[in-house]
């Protein structure tokens, strides 16, 4: 028998169960936020979850089946994350509807209209987020404050987050000291005492997720350690020049989605580079748009955008980047 050489489209596996392990793994790692989100914000966490994850899954479907009359590969496991990521993106009082037209964004037009899993440029739960905030930026700004187990998905009491508590403060003249006052302290922000979407309440979590992608190598350190770096570096040079006007690094850490998005977003395989050098140069440019955004731009959130503006740019840096070639000459001098 010939054996012929096969030219495939990503993704490209080893065996048929690799991508279904890579992204069980991820779900393991998202499950101690899930838990903290259902600790504060009650069955509204369950709630949106699950309808996320739910959509995600019927809508790649339906478009495999009937649209692209493609093999159907929704047991893959990547629809899932995403329903779960675009879930942690979202506010736990979100509407039913609003949450499908999320979900029907970021699976397809995120990712199906590429091509489907491997040829998405720009991570699709990042994509279903960003178009709900332009589409309906009231709704996905209005975010329960923690009250616990027992609070209900549509009675909900909403707050405002510590970002557009600073944001809203600076623009009234008042100063960083005394609009620290009126958040939350680090203990609380660390453990997800505070108002926001459903994955960004969650550090010492998220951090425990990292943790476990990093033990079972799902991850690896570069990107999330080189945005992390980043903001704290970038934060820390602005906090020292005036630390009336700019928040110290550590708030920036624990508030919004920073380490949701270094730690889950950022690190998808088929939208970030392929070298570690590349991912590092992606890991900085997305940690320092962040910061921009934040502070100089006026929205109090940057992470979402500067993902995707760094999504945009990781063909280039693939292209500029690259390891060396098997078997090619090294020079020596």
Not at 60 to 81: C, H, M, P, W
Request: charged share 10%; glycine share 12%; net charge neutral.
């Amino acid at each position: 028998m010939s054996k012929f050489l096969t030219v495939s489209p990503s993704p490209h596996i080893f065996a048929g169960s690799a991508i279904n392990k890579l992204m069980t793994g991820v779900v393991i790692a998202l499950l101690p936020a899930f838990v903290v989100s259902v600790v504060f914000y009650g069955t509204g966490a369950i709630i949106v979850t699950l309808l996320s994850v739910l959509f995600c899954v019927l809508f790649e479907y339906l478009i495999q089946k009937f649209i692209l009359n493609t093999e159907v590969r929704v047991n893959d496991g990547s629809a899932v994350v995403t329903g779960v990521l675009l879930a942690f993106n979202l506010p736990s009082n979100l509407p039913w509807w609003i949450i499908m037209t999320g979900a029907l964004v970021a699976i397809g037009i995120g990712k199906m209209t590429f091509g489907g899993l491997g040829n998405n440029p720009f991570n699709p739960a990042l994509v279903g987020r960003v178009f709900l905030l332009i589409s309906f930026p009231v709704q996905m700004t209005t975010y329960p404050v923690p009250a616990g187990f027992d609070t209900g998905y549509a009675d909900a009491v909403t707050g405002a987050t510590p970002l557009s508590i600073i944001k809203e403060g600076l623009s009234n003249n008042m100063t960083i000291p005394e609009l620290m006052k009126e958040v939350p302290g680090y203990w609380e922000l660390f453990i997800g005492k505070l108002g926001g979407s459903l994955g960004e309440i969650a550090g010492a979590a998220l951090i425990l997720g990292l943790i476990y992608m990093l033990i079972r190598k799902i991850i690896t350190w570069h990107i999330p350690v080189s945005i992390i770096v980043t903001i704290v570096l970038f934060t820390g040079i602005l906090w020292q020049i005036d630390p009336r006007t700019n928040a110290d690094p550590l708030f920036h850490l624990l508030t919004g989605g920073i380490l949701l998005g270094a730690i889950f977003m950022a690190t998808d395989y088929v939208t970030s580079p392929m070298t570690y050098l590349g991912m590092i140069i992606y890991g900085v440019g997305i940690g320092l748009i962040t910061v921009i955004i934040r502070v100089f731009g006026s929205y109090p959130e940057g992470v979402s955008f500067a993902i995707l503006i760094m999504n945009g740019f990781v063909p280039v840096i693939n292209r500029y980047i690259k390891p060396k070639r098997f078997g090619e000459e090294v020079k020596n001098g």
